[in-house]
């Protein structure tokens, strides 16, 4: 078993706070040392209470199912032993509601293009394939209904005992 962790870290600094115009705009850090802006969705929280430069939640739900997919893509043609030399995916998600009427990213699809290199090109079935196989290894993907647990922390409390 791997664990990951994030730091989602927002200050209210000097903003008003009850006439719900405060900003949005939050850091994501993560272990290596990487510092993401991220805010809410322009579509979801008008600007400028949110940034549209920052990365929002629903941008890296789409991008996390892309990369994934991607990265094992990569993985199981090098495998098979064809050569990619560029792929882009032109991913899209969308914010609807649910069956239960909730606001859900009820949809992504992933668009990917890729290059190859060399003369030995793959045909239509073999990419499909490739595209099947990194579906069905991408634990992201599989990971959609995961179960989601919310453990608060209190002033002077450790994180993970009980509140």
Do not use: K, N
Not at 25 to 48: C, K
Not at 92 to 106: C, I, K, Y
Request: proline share 7%.
């Amino acid at each position: 078993m791997s664990r990951y962790t994030a730091t989602i870290a927002w200050q209210r600094h000097d903003d008003a706070f009850a006439d719900r115009r405060y900003s949005r705009a939050h850091r994501w850090l993560f272990d290596g040392g990487v510092e993401v802006p991220a805010s809410s969705s322009p579509q979801v929280v008008p600007l400028p209470m949110s940034q549209a430069a920052a990365v929002d939640p629903e941008e890296a739900f789409v991008a996390s199912l892309s990369s994934c997919h991607m990265l094992w893509f990569l993985d199981l043609a090098c495998r098979a032993g064809w050569v990619v030399d560029d792929y882009r995916d032109q991913a899209e998600g969308v914010l609807a509601r649910d069956a239960q009427g909730r606001q859900a990213m009820t949809e992504v699809t992933l668009r990917p293009a890729v290059r190859w290199a060399g003369e030995r090109q793959p045909d239509v079935a073999e990419v499909q394939r490739l595209h099947h196989a990194a579906h069905e290894a991408c634990f992201i993907a599989h990971s959609v209904r995961t179960e989601l647990r919310c453990e608060p922390v209190f002033e002077g409390q450790p994180p993970g005992q009980p509140g």
